[in-house]
């Protein structure tokens, strides 16, 4: 709670009677004086300087384009885990036409298994970025507290639209033995690994 001191009031002393008679008298005599003095003619006003013109405003300061950004010097190596699917295609295209090089990146692509198999290395510090989708290995990370960051997508599901496909014998698909989901049921279904979003989509799809 904050103390605020009060302020002392200045003392004055009472007026008595005669006091506000001068007072009044002495008014009234003022009033009197002025009205009977002929009033001077006003001063005429000085012209008024112009005003002064603001300066244009300096153009703000435009945030760097990615175009100019400078490459890292000296060069950082960055260790990629991935596990060698094709929409991981971009990012071989990307070191084959030297994207990275030119940011100033010296990458090196790790071949692992899924991309919950790729939480342990980053959580050691064997590679420093992983490719995959979130899984359970990712979620026991975060809840133990290991610093990762997720800091980009590299595909999107959402309804009409995926990047995820599904492959299957031609002849079963031509005999119209898989035409839905449905059809999986009963079937070996083979993926890439356990306990990642394909395992999840299959189990959600049955």
Do not use: W
Request: include cysteine.
């Amino acid at each position: 709670m904050d103390c605020v001191r009060p302020r002392a009031r200045a003392t004055r002393g009472a007026l008595k009677r005669p006091d506000l008679l001068v007072v009044a008298l002495a008014a009234s005599a003022l009033l009197v004086g002025v009205a009977c003095t002929p009033a001077a003619p006003a001063p005429a006003a000085p012209p008024k300087a112009p005003e002064p013109v603001a300066a244009p405003a300096a153009p703000s300061q435009s945030p760097a384009s990615p175009a100019s950004l400078q490459p890292l010097s000296p060069p950082v190596s960055v260790k990629v885990g991935e596990h060698g699917v094709v929409s991981n295609a971009p990012l071989y295209i990307a070191k084959a036409r030297g994207y990275f090089e030119g940011q100033g990146l010296s990458v090196e692509f790790l071949r692992l298994q899924t991309g919950p198999a790729m939480t342990a290395p980053m959580a050691s510090g064997d590679i420093d970025v992983g490719v995959g989708a979130p899984g359970a290995s990712l979620f026991n990370a975060i809840a133990r507290e290991i610093p990762l960051k997720i800091v980009a997508d590299k595909g999107q599901d959402y309804h009409g639209r995926s990047y995820q496909v599904l492959v299957a014998r031609r002849g079963l698909v031509e005999s119209g033995g898989l035409a839905s989901f449905s059809d999986l049921r009963g079937k070996r279904i083979g993926l890439t690994g356990r306990g990642g979003v394909a395992e999840i989509d299959v189990a959600r799809a049955l």
